[in-house]
């Protein structure tokens, strides 16, 4: 499954930038690890506060890759709709066979909506992401300074799919089964020769510990194409996340039956 969509990322490159195609392409290849927490927490039945940090290795685990923090507030319009601004913090790191120069520290801020949808047992959500992105740069890599801000935006659209491995909701003690894939596309003057930016294909399972908490061990296809047009990061990644939800208040007198969804 994710071998397909690796090459179809590769293609799609080509049909958005075509002088891409007519370069001789490079592709190299790293093994990552990244371990992730996440929270989704609820404050009234409409407003809910995100969050996740991520340390993401290389090597799978002996290198320093990023560290990343994002934190967000959410508008639930209605029961298929969401939506959500924020902001967040990351620290990339020279790694795998293509380092960069110096450390990389990025600022973000972000919008975005999901439109959710059941089909069968199948969970289905759409999550439409626009981002405005703060690179810092440095006159001497050598030197742990920004001395300016490289400003650029991006758009992300991912697809994901959540199936219960047995009956139709997920209940604690039970498993589950996800697959999904997020394309980028870059805006702007910095965004270089390649406007479609990476691809993110994930397979994983997952389980839910109680009714708040969850576990996912996973992997991660995740394609770079580099700005420079002919280099190529392909970077097959182990993913290990667990995440915390709780629900909005129930109201006085509201029965006791349900599940918080996944």
Do not use: C
Request: glycine share 10%; proline share 5%.
């Amino acid at each position: 499954m994710l071998r397909p969509i690796g090459i179809l990322t590769l293609s799609l490159s080509s049909v958005v930038v075509p002088r891409v195609a007519r370069a001789q392409r490079e592709t190299h290849t790293n093994t990552n690890a990244w371990f992730v927490v996440s929270g989704d927490v609820a404050l009234t039945e409409r407003w809910g506060v995100l969050f996740d940090a991520s340390a993401r290795r290389s090597g799978p685990v002996a290198q320093a890759m990023a560290n990343f923090v994002r934190g967000g507030l959410a508008y639930e319009v209605s029961d298929a709709v969401r939506v959500a601004f924020g902001a967040n913090w990351s620290r990339s790191y020279p790694y795998g066979e293509l380092p960069s120069a110096y450390p990389v520290t990025e600022r973000r801020t972000w919008q975005q909506a999901v439109i959710s949808h059941d089909i069968g047992r199948l969970d289905v959500s759409h999550r439409y992401r626009l981002e405005q992105r703060w690179r810092g740069e440095r006159n001497d890599p050598a030197v742990d300074h920004i001395d300016s801000w490289e400003r650029s935006s991006r758009f992300r659209y991912q697809v994901k799919g959540t199936l219960p491995l047995r009956g139709d909701g997920i209940d604690p003690g039970e498993a589950y089964v996800s697959l999904s894939n997020e394309l980028f596309i870059g805006i702007g003057r910095y965004v270089g020769t390649n406007i479609f930016d990476q691809n993110r294909a994930t397979l994983a399972l997952g389980y839910r510990l109680t009714s708040a908490w969850r576990g996912e061990a996973g992997f991660l296809e995740h394609v770079i194409f580099k700005g420079n047009g002919t280099d190529v990061e392909r970077n097959h990644t182990f993913t290990f996340g667990l995440s915390y939800t709780r629900s909005a208040p129930r109201p006085a007198g509201a029965g006791s039956e349900g599940h918080s969804a996944p």
